[in-house]
C-alpha cells in the first residue's frame, strides 16, 4: 500500500491491495499484522467493507506484554484496551518468570475488558503454532456451532433411542457448550462497542436469568405433561435455540447492509 501502513489506509489503498491479493494469488488465508495503534475494531469493518463478502474473517488475535499490561491500559487507552477488547485470542508475552501474582493481575485485567477471549499465558518457548491456532476461536463460528446442536436435539426428539441420547448429548456438549452464550456476548458488544463492560454484564445477568427460567419451566413440562415431559423439554429447547439462531443470522445480515452502505 503506497500511503502507508493498514492503520493509517483503511480505505482505498487496502480495498485495492487486499482485491489485487485474492486475484493474482488466490490465497487460503491472508494475515494482517497492523501496528499497535490501530484499532483492532476499525479494521475488523474495513477488512469487511473491503471483502465484498469474499472472504470470511476467521480469527482475532492480539498479544500483550504480561509485565506491562497495566501500564499499557493506563497510558495508551482507548488504542491499547480496543485491541483486548475486540480480540477473540489474547497470548500473552514474557510469562517466563513473571510472578504468579503479576500474571494473574494480567489476566484479571483483560478479563474485565474481554470476558470470553481465550488467554494464552504458555511461555512463548513451550507454545507452538498449532497451540495457537487450536485455542484462537473462529470469528463467526458459533452460529453453525449452535445449528449444529440445534440438529443433535432433533434427532434426539425423532430418534429416541438410548444410543442416540448419549451421541446426542455428546455432539450437544460438543458443538452448544458456551456457544450461544459467546454468540450474543459478541454481537452485544459489536451492537454497543463504547459500553462493552455494561453490554456484557447485562448479558451475564440475563443468562442468569434464562437458566432460574428454564430449569422452571423445564420442571413444570416435566409435571404436566406426564409421560411426553421429557420430548416437551426437547422442544422448548430447540425452540429457544432455533429463536437464538435466527436473531444472529437477522443480525448478521443487518451489519453487512450497513456496512455496504457505509
Known sequence: MNSGCI???LTGDFRAALHEVCERYAPDRILIEPSGVGKL??????????????????????????????????????????????????????????????????VAL???????????????????????????????????????ALASLGAIFLIQKPVMVLAGGLLI?????????????AVANEMFPKHRGVITSIVMIASSVANYAMVSLAGLLTRIGGADGPRLVLLLNMAVMLVGILLALY??????REGAQE
Open 41 to 106: 475494531s476499525d479494521i475488523v469493518t474495513a477488512v469487511e467493507q473491503a471483502s465484498d463478502g469474499e472472504l470470511t474473517i476467521n480469527a482475532l488475535c492480539t498479544v500483550v506484554d504480561a509485565g506491562k499490561c497495566k501500564m499499557y491500559m493506563r497510558n495508551f487507552g482507548e488504542f491499547f484496551n480496543n485491541q483486548v477488547e475486540s480480540a477473540g485470542c489474547i497470548i500473552l508475552s514474557r510469562t517466563a518468570g513473571i510472578k504468579e501474582e503479576k500474571l494473574a493481575e494480567c
Open 7 to 9: 492503520c493509517c489506509s
Open 251 to 256: 443480525l448478521n445480515t443487518c451489519q453487512k
Open 173 to 185: 456438549g460438543f458443538f452448544g457448550a458456551g456457544g450461544v452464550l459467546q454468540l450474543v456476548v
Open 110 to 148: 483483560l478479563r474485565e475488558k474481554n470476558p470470553g477471549a481465550v488467554i494464552i499465558t504458555t511461555p512463548w518457548d513451550e507454545l507452538s503454532g498449532a497451540q495457537m491456532e487450536s485455542a484462537a476461536p473462529v470469528r463467526g463460528s458459533k452460529t453453525a456451532e449452535a445449528t449444529a
